[in-house]
């Protein structure tokens, strides 16, 4: 049993965060509490985490995914449009401009197809802030919208059992992808890793211009809990950093 009520309070008073950490939750159906989409289609999802992390709900299921490019990185479908490689890289498509963030489209659509999943997810999966969550309920991932001191913190944090270990990752994502599909993956084989992201430059001007995306899977977030008291959090020079504006 966790009180996860304190443990939010605790890493967020520690670390001087203004931001809730956000649970994911995987559910069988959409909580009632939970705001979501009406239907397919009505829009992005890239945003509803970090909403989350100001003490909102949001819950998404087959039926409520938003745009195609969420359904896609959410796990519900096949594909996100055709055409979507050339749309990630140098060409136009529907009259778009290219966003330009992958060199080749053929180089896109390896990307893509590697985080196809099959089958298709069933249920829903919950963002809330950690505080909500009931003992007897256990996430799947905690994300961490921090600014630059705080994922520093968080990376000595990831790292004080594993000093040589990798456990960080980052790599092209579009919002929601690295906030949740490429982390989810980790999470089901049971790794102790974190994803660093909301690198999308599509979507950054959604957030503060100082904050970027921790997310850890469950295990390696129960770890720094454990380690957090006997860690630098105690020291001078992170209460100096903690408290400068």
Known sequence: MKDFKSLSQDIKAKLGMSLSPVGVLLT???PEDAFHFKKEGA???AMMPYNSAKGKIFAFDKNTTGLPCSAFYLGYTDWIFDGIEKYLSNECVMGREPERFIKTPAMAK???EAYRRNPHREGAIVFKPLEFFSDDEKPELIIFFVNADQVSALQNLICFEAPQEERIVTQFA???MSVFTVPILYAEKG?????????DISKRNRISKDITSMTLTYPLF???CENLDESFVITEHWEQLRERE
């Open 43 to 45: 829009g992005c999802v």
């Open 28 to 30: 069988e159906k959409l």
């Open 110 to 112: 390896k990307l893509l």
């Open 191 to 199: 790794e102790k890793k974190a994803v660093w992201g909301f690198h």
């Open 222 to 224: 129960e770890e720094i």
């Open 174 to 176: 579009s919002a929601c």
